[in-house]
């Protein structure tokens, strides 16, 4: 029987939770590195007891730890990210030049291929990349230095490269999502980067035609399909139907479009989850309602999913890198809150139930699916 | 004989229990130490200092004999006590408040 491997990374360490199938009994091993930042974990689609970890702490700054045996022991690896060149500037909140300092990685995304590469996305934003299992990094500066790079601004929580998407069928195409710069594309491995940003709106950005400054928060993309995008940006969500040229609004009935994550069933590319939150100066669900919503039609209609979440009284927010799910036939859906808990549906989204309530916050949440 | 006292989560990456011990070739000085540190422990390097600048992380700071030596130069002798193992040299994560 399959077995499901949650990895969650929290505000004091890392979780690793599993189940059978069934996903009704679960198992939770942790903390590990206990008391650190773990932004991500992440494992090796073609070795899945290869793992990727991002620790960091305001402190003693960042760790990489890799693990080659599904998250039982663990060993660091290279820690050392310097930016290709002088860094130069990028804009600050003010509207002021700031030089570019790295303070640490916020999202781990192996190969496709080979469980020795392994990208990382920095703050402040670039692009790394390893291919000896995390030993050495190299920043890919065709990114940053692409031509916006000084324009770029740090969201509310930093100037982060958030989002890694590899496309399965173009193997020298990689989308990325850096907040507030907006998403780019590769197509030749990294080489050159353009901004891939028409049609999206920022009410901070008076310029229709802007290039960069968008506040991305997710993008998502279905294995089968992915020259069709899904973005929760900062307001709004959005979908592209070709490869990030252009995008265009699927909020449709939602109660607010502000959240964060957004992803995609595992197996029905146009049924897609979002949580939706009130706003951006309050980041909590309306009206203490926890709730999922699906669209089955690629967006503009949603559902409301409410079945075994909190109905009243919950004002916790889920982040950015905190859904996933899983390739089982019902398709497992699961998201990890700022309150703590990681919640799972093993039925793609209509009945949910608490792993685990009693987390650190809860900041990344990965599922791999085990033979 | 240098002895060095690491905060907690420094010594957990290191995988190492209570002070560590040092050989340091030459003038006992924070840079010398830190580099016998990080050679010993490599996992330590960026964690105490930049790995390219090399200063001094903006939260950690150096203590020895009940002074704060933070701010000395990296080339500047530590005391006498603790170039003869007399004192330990402890690296503090920051701490604001009480």
Redesign the interface.
Same mark, same amino acid.
């Given at each position: 029987m399959s077995k499901i491997r949650i990895l969650v990374g929290t505000r004091k360490g890392a979780f690793v939770l599993t189940s059978d199938g069934k996903r009704e009994q679960w198992d939770v091993s942790g903390p590990h590195f206990g $008391? &650190?930042e773990i932004y991500h974990l992440k494992g090796s689609p073609v070795d899945p007891n290869r793992l990727y970890a991002s620790q960091s702490? $305001? &402190?003693? $700054?960042? @760790?990489i730890q890799r693990s080659n045996d599904g998250g039982k022991t663990w060993e660091?690896v290279g820690?050392?990210f @310097?930016y290709d060149g002088v860094p130069g500037t990028h804009m600050w909140y003010d509207g002021t030049p700031h030089p570019w300092e790295f303070k640490r990685v916020w999202h781990l995304e192996p190969s496709l291929t080979d469980p020795d590469t392994v990208y990382a996305g920095v703050e402040d934003a670039a692009l790394f990349r390893s291919t000896d299992g995390g030993q050495n990094w190299q920043e890919l500066s065709g990114l940053r230095g692409h031509g916006t790079g000084s324009r770029w601004q740090p969201g509310a929580g930093g100037m982060g490269l958030h989002t890694i998407l590899l496309d399965p069928s173009h193997p020298e195409r990689v989308f990325i999502a850096i907040s507030a710069a907006g998403v780019f594309r590769t197509d030749d491995a990294g080489k050159t980067w353009r901004p891939m940003n028409r049609g999206l709106k920022s009410q901070y950005i008076p310029d229709p035609n802007a290039e960069v400054g968008f506040c991305v928060h997710r993008i998502a993309m279905h294995r089968s399909r992915p020259s069709v995008l899904f973005m929760q940006l900062h307001w709004d969500v959005m979908r592209s139907d070709d490869a990030g040229d252009s995008w265009h609004e699927i909020s449709g009935n939602l109660p607010t479009d502000f959240g964060f994550p957004i992803d995609v069933h595992a197996h029905e590319p146009d049924t897609i989850y979002v949580v939706p939150i009130k706003s951006d100066s309050e980041h909590y669900p309306p009206d203490g309602k926890l709730r999922v919503y699906r669209s089955r039609t690629g967006g503009d209609e949603w559902e409301a999913l409410t079945n075994g979440l909190p109905q009243r009284d919950c004002y916790v927010n889920v982040l950015r890198d905190a859904m996933a799910v899983d390739s089982l036939d019902s398709c497992g859906v699961y998201f990890g809150t700022t309150g703590g808990q990681v919640y799972a549906s093993a039925d793609a989204g209509d009945h949910w139930a608490p792993i685990v309530r009693d987390l650190p916050a809860v900041v990344s949440i990965e599922v791999q699916t085990l033979p | 004989m240098i002895r060095v006292i690491l905060p907690f989560h420094l010594r957990t990456l290191a995988r190492v229990d209570g002070e560590v011990e040092l050989d340091v070739e030459g003038p006992v000085t924070q840079r010398s130490v830190l580099n016998a540190l990080e050679a010993r422990y490599p996992v330590l390097c960026g964690t105490v200092r930049d790995h390219v600048t090399q200063q001094r992380r903006g939260f950690v700071r150096f203590f020895a004999c009940e002074q704060d030596l933070s701010h000395e130069l990296p080339d500047a002798p530590l005391p006498d006590a603790v170039a003869m193992g007399a004192e330990p040299f402890l690296v503090v994560g920051a701490i604001a408040g009480g």
């Open positions: $008391g &650190w702490s $305001g &402190w003693f $700054g960042q @760790v660091p820690n050392k @310097v | -």
